[in-house]
């Protein structure tokens, strides 16, 4: 005769017996109802990476006068203003979207841990 406390609750039993491509059927059924808030992490990847690039380009083009993008020439008086702001916006708006792509990364690899059984 097994006691109570031997005896595991009948839902984490089946949650445990449950075939993984039923886990993540169900995971993904739970994700559709929630909705997505968000972009997904790779596009803020993404959107970090040419952000950073067009900010460090305009550093250069600063430091070596050239025209912007081949268009305002650097005797225009918006041309220092307009390199300047791109740059000093770009860096940390590059930043806010890499970390916030790293973190929309690690939230997903977890998700997926849970769903394998991995974590708890």
């Given at each position: 005769?097994?006691t109570?406390t031997?005896?595991?609750?009948?839902?984490?039993?089946?949650?445990?017996?449950?075939?993984?491509?039923?886990?993540?059927?169900?995971?993904?059924?739970?994700q559709?109802?929630?909705?997505?808030?968000?972009?997904?992490?790779g596009?803020?990847?993404?959107?970090?990476?040419?952000?950073a690039?067009?900010?460090?380009?305009?550093i250069?083009?600063?430091?070596?006068?050239n025209?912007?993008?081949?268009?305002i020439?650097?005797?225009?008086?918006?041309?220092?203003?307009?390199?300047?702001?791109?740059?000093?916006?770009?860096?940390?708006?590059s930043g806010?979207m890499?970390?916030?792509?790293?973190?929309?990364?690690?939230?997903?690899?977890?998700?997926?841990?849970?769903?394998?059984?991995?974590?708890?």
């Open positions: 005769p097994k109570a031997e005896t595991p609750k009948t839902s984490e039993m089946a949650e445990e017996d449950m075939p993984i491509w039923v886990r993540r059927e169900k995971e993904k059924e739970l559709e109802k929630e909705g997505s808030k968000d972009l997904p992490w596009l803020y990847l993404l959107a970090s990476v040419l952000i690039i067009a900010a460090v380009g305009c250069f083009e600063f430091v070596d006068g025209a912007f993008f081949g268009l020439q650097p005797d225009n008086p918006l041309w220092a203003p307009i390199l300047i702001t791109l740059a000093v916006t770009g860096l940390p708006s806010y890499f970390i916030k792509g790293v973190n929309g990364f690690n939230e997903d690899a977890e998700r997926q841990d849970r769903i394998d059984g991995y974590i708890d």
